[in-house]
């Protein structure tokens, strides 16, 4: 099995190596480091071993990518994925379905070559691509209109090569709670006579009174009932206008999950996983700073570049740093390999599905590894 080392003061790449009997040149692959192979002390590394031969659980692993993903980056995560989430179609208030900008079938065609299967994400975006409740209340009430849109959809699944139906509807108004769990059930009773399945994202609830926009038009139980999966969307506790703090807290993650499986069987769920990180500027101030994106490969290099020590979050189980930039202080938090090991394990102890990665458009291969090392990866 592979292992985890947290660089110390002193490590090289060489000693590290040595210290393991593999060969530098693979760890520095696994971890995508670059020559001549710098290391942040506390960077945790994922240290090649002889593959897991042991029993291991069967997991279900979705990835959502956009149409303009790189070809290399798809290329080399579609072994890893049961399927592949594109990202996204629209449609209008009379149901008609809106393609992405950019054509999606390399990507269609490039999963089933590799194995895996694509599903097509259904989103409420307005122009400006934000999440508009006014369509999703015309669309679930509107019989006709919502006919229209399923009809154009698995006209479009059939010409594409879709496999399945991921709809991702945020900030639904309280009052459309029911309607938005029927429309759920209803593209689902169609779909399933095809021979396509639904799955359903979920805002993080950790209970079902729980007030907000977000969580208030979200019904874990009929929309469990009404789907085939639902993804627990476990992220962005951490987010681009808020403080910093990890993007997903593991003792924050397994309290939606400890609610989730009251309402919905452990057997429909799946976890949400960020593949990112944020990187702050200090002081924090609400309502004016805005926290930068950044892959968790990028965060590592960061962190190498201002010679910053990488430090690790006990509650949160997340990686963390600080540095400074042209006079200006900055607070990183990201994921590296024992944070993804954490919900793994949560996935484990749960008997949940599987998990679904927001998003697959950075490049992290030792998750990969990891994943693979761990799991059997349904396909």
């Known amino acids: 099995m592979m292992q985890i080392y947290v660089v110390r003061e002193g490590d090289n790449i060489d000693k590290i190596a040595a210290a393991f009997g593999v060969r530098a040149e693979e760890i520095a692959y696994d971890n995508q480091i670059l020559a001549p192979y710098p290391l942040a002390v506390g960077q945790a590394l994922l240290i090649p071993g002889q593959r897991n031969a042991g029993q291991k659980r069967a997991v279900h692993v979705n990835g959502y990518a956009y149409p303009y993903i790189q070809d290399q980056v798809l290329s080399e995560t579609l072994p890893y994925l049961t399927t592949l989430s594109v990202f996204s179609y629209g449609f209008t208030t009379s149901g008609n379905l809106v393609p992405p900008q950019t054509d999606d079938s390399h990507m269609i065609n490039e999963a089933w070559k590799q194995g895996t299967k694509p599903v097509l ?35 479009t699944m059939e010409e594409k090569g879709f496999v399945g139906i991921d709809l991702d509807f945020e900030y639904i108004l309280p009052q459309d709670r029911v309607a938005y769990a029927d429309f759920v059930a209803n593209v689902r009773a169609q779909a399933a006579s095809r021979g396509y399945f639904v799955s359903v994202a979920l805002a ?15 019904d874990y139980r009929l929309l469990g009932a009404a789907a085939d999966s639902v993804l627990l969307m476990t992220y962005e506790w951490g987010y681009t206008y ?20 009251t309402e919905i069987p452990r057997e429909k769920i799946d976890l949400g996983i960020p593949n990112y990180g944020y990187d702050w500027t200090l002081p924090f101030v609400q309502g004016a700073s805005r926290a930068r994106t950044i892959g968790n490969v990028e965060a590592v290099r960061i962190a190498i570049e201002h010679d910053a020590r990488i430090e690790f979050d ?39 599905r599987g998990m679904g990665y927001w998003q697959i458009m950075r490049l992290f291969r030792a998750n990969w590894l990891l994943l693979d090392d761990i799991f059997e990866i349904i396909r």
């Open 314 to 352: 006990q509650t949160a189980m997340s990686p963390f740093f600080h540095y400074e930039r042209d006079g200006v202080r900055h607070e990183v938090w990201f994921e590296d390999v024992r944070s993804m090991r954490e919900k793994f394990q949560l996935i484990t102890e749960y008997g949940l």
């Open 121 to 155: 994400v259904l989103t409420p975006f307005d122009q400006t691509g934000m999440f508009n409740n006014y369509l999703i209340s015309e669309i679930t009430h509107d019989p006709a209109a919502q006919q229209n849109l399923i009809d154009q959809m698995f006209l």
């Open 242 to 261: 808020g403080p910093p703090m990890a993007v997903a807290p593991v003792n924050k993650v397994r309290e939606v999950v400890e609610y989730a499986v």
């Open 204 to 218: 993080p609830k950790t209970s079902a009174d729980q007030r907000g926009l977000l969580y208030e038009g979200k």
